[in-house]
Nanobody, 122 residues
């Protein structure tokens, strides 16, 4: 079974940037998704990337600000987050799916990391 670990979260001021990393336990060509959950809210999809990195998808709320990428030789997927706002505050999770659907639907992801906290506040 694939294991995933998120890192890179922290406290940043509005307008700042963070780069999250998702490291998985072995070389994998699974599709990888990023999700986030704020207190009292449903978990929502943020972005996803296909097994070889050729296709990506973003939630409307992060388009133009976030960029997903992967390096399968390093067993890592990154989420570069720029122009952060307080509305981006959440626990961010990465997850793996056996296929890339073109949509960010958490029900399609079988393997999940434990999350990393992102807090955007002045």
């Amino acid at each position: 079974q694939l294991q995933l670990v998120e890192s890179g979260g922290g406290l940043v001021q509005p307008g700042g940037s963070l780069r999250l990393s998702c490291t998985y336990s072995r070389v994998s060509y699974y599709a990888i998704g990023w999700f986030r959950q704020a207190p009292g809210k449903e978990r929502e999809g943020v972005s996803c990337i296909s097994g070889n990195g050729g296709r990506t998808e973003y939630a409307d709320s992060v388009k133009g600000r976030f960029t997903i990428s992967r390096d399968n030789t390093k067993n890592t997927v990154h989420l570069q987050m720029n122009s952060l706002t307080p509305e981006d505050t959440a626990v961010y999770y990465c997850a793996a799916s056996t296929y890339y659907s073109g949509t960010i639907d958490q029900r399609r992801y079988a393997y999940w990391g434990q999350g990393t906290q992102v807090t955007v506040s002045s």
